[in-house]
């Protein structure tokens, strides 16, 4: 794992100042990353590039409470709403040739998962289209393009637009002392996220245990 992803974020990423990587275990793989690189003749971190480490909501769910606000990427500035499985996605059709693969030889193989990969690659290239961004919280209407192919566009729209609106809803009844501090306290976390992920826990739910009388 180490391999695969430094040697990818060494290639190409001139101009390239972060990169968001997720990784189903993120939360115990990073805890000795940099001292793994660091102690490897063969691996290195790019100069000035930031990582942003998260873990995919498909499986964050399944961790400790506080991997959510420290990894998801729904916190995690510009990992907006992915599903971080894109790769994963590829392998349900790429199944159905199983049958056919199976008793090939390794090169024919290969070079049969690859067309049929590139062929997948193809139609994402020519299925791009546009598509208008109506009907948010505040009545905007924004064009943006966005890939035709993406089935979880539209889902993700109506999401923002009910986030929006619970947003605009909590910053009505908020005071502004405290919307100042958590302005403040959410520019700090993004300014210190890469180096100490404990500071995305201003993200985590606060919930107190009551104490009840059992006398009664």
Not at 20 to 27: H, R, S
Not at 59 to 74: E, F, K, N, Q, V
Not at 163 to 174: E, G, K
Request: hydrophobic fraction near 35%.
């Amino acid at each position: 794992m180490d391999y695969s992803i430094f040697k990818a974020l060494n290639f190409n990423m001139s101009g390239i100042e972060a990169a968001l990587i997720c990784y189903d275990v993120m939360c115990q793989w990073s805890i000795y990353m940099k001292d793994r690189v660091a102690s490897s003749r063969h691996l290195k971190i790019p100069d000035s590039l930031e990582l942003r480490l998260g873990i995919s909501p498909f499986h964050i769910h399944g961790h400790w409470d506080t991997c959510l606000a420290r990894y998801s990427p729904s916190f995690i500035e510009g990992g907006q709403q992915i599903d971080g499985k894109t790769i994963e996605m590829l392998w349900a059709p790429l199944n159905e040739i199983s049958r056919s693969t199976r008793g090939m030889a390794t090169s024919h193989r290969r070079e049969v998962i690859d067309d049929h990969m590139n062929d997948s690659n193809w139609k994402k290239l020519v299925d791009l289209g546009e598509h208008p961004l109506k009907g948010t919280a505040s009545e905007l209407t924004v064009p943006i393009k966005v890939n035709a192919v993406s089935k979880h566009y539209h889902r993700a729209l109506s999401g923002a637009m009910l986030s929006s609106a619970a947003f605009d809803s909590i910053d009505r009844l908020a005071g502004t002392d405290s919307t100042s501090v958590w302005a403040e306290e959410e520019e700090y976390a993004r300014r210190e996220h890469a180096s100490d992920v404990t500071v995305m826990d201003i993200y985590d739910i606060r919930m107190e245990k009551r104490e009840f009388d059992h006398s009664t």
